[in-house]
């Protein structure tokens, strides 16, 4: 369903919601305002007939009952409106208005008002009773002829409304389709971009609830953009990565083919076997690094002392090519919570730079660090560490400082940083004091 037609069905309904709730109310109180005027009418019907007896005006003396001529109002629709009874106190009906049923209104003998069945219509009546002259004035009308009269000003108020209502539907649809004209110019706008087209939306005067989604989609053309560029970098990069040891590669085997010394092809397939390591750790990584920024984030009980032996026993003919030791530390026991894989990669490439950087002979120590919250992990070389200047930098993709050792790709902590972030962790790089260089990496538990 359309926004255009949400907005339409909701403010119509609203608007026939207080519609009928003042139709409810106009009957309710015209009912109440029609029910106080007419009960005054026979109050003073009774009063002005009793008052014209007294002044004899209206003779009650003779002995049989007569018409008696009692103003009533007889309009279309309304005949009989007020019907009059005059009885004497001792119950002889001396007199009643002409159209008067002839049974008696009411069988009340107090003044006041009272509602009886008459001819098996409901009556209202009004009694007036005149002890002086010894006669009961009863002056009434049919509650039939109230209803009708309430029904009658309803219908002449339902009749305008039937044809606003319509009017006022066709209002509501119109001023929903311009109040949506701020929307539709903006969807028109996207729908004639080009696909490559990033650029921010263009400013302008705009309604302030447009604003926001402008913003927000400004913010993400340029975070698309950015995710682009480094899309297109990392192409670049992994090319030019690429590129070099296949080069090698090609070089070598075309020495190694044409040598006509053991030493000289022995010198090549050992170049060869070196690139082929290094293309393969390249190759490793690129598929560790989109491996892990794809990768889910459920988390589950992992063993950690397991998970640290996984990592160390996966470098373990690297480190003892450079007869570098791994030695663990502090709370390895037991379980935390956290996705296994992203763990790993983070542990594997951080003792991969630490085994990488520090010299022969020389020792890589991992410390382990578990409170309720938080599992921290240490990892410590004795290598010449990283410069101040370059820590900023050194988790950008395929940066490699100067310094660095060869073979080295640029990526480990770029797969380090982007597996910590998943993890919801923090990775703290810290200047290295003297000789070797300490990352600390913090995860909640």
Known sequence: MSLKIRLFL????ATGLVWLSAVLWIDYSTRGEVEKVLDARLREAATMVSSLIADRRIDVTADAPRQLSVPAATGAGYNRQ?????????GGLLGQSEGAPAARLTTATQSGFSQEVVDGELWRVYTTVNTELGVRVMVGDAVAVRGRLVRDVMTGFAIPAAVILPLLAALIWLSVGRGLKPLDRLAEGLRERAPQDLSPLPAGPAPREIRPVRRALNRLFAEVEAVRATERDFVAFAAHELKTPMAGLRMQAQIARIAEDDDTRRHALLTIGQSVDRTDRLVRQLLDLATVERHGTSAAPVDLAALIADACRDLGQMAAQKRVRVEVFGETAGTTRTTRYLLHAALR???ENAIAA???????DVSVEQTPDRLSITIRDQGPGIAPDQLD???ERFYRPADAPQGGSGLGLAIVASAVNRLNGRLDLPAAAGSGQTVRIHFPQ
């Open 82 to 90: 007020l019907s009059c009874q005059i009885w004497s106190l001792d």
């Open 393 to 395: 930098r050194v988790t």
């Open 10 to 13: 909701l403010l119509s309904a």
């Open 358 to 364: 520090s010299p022969e002979g020389g020792t890589v």
């Open 349 to 351: 490439n951080l003792l």
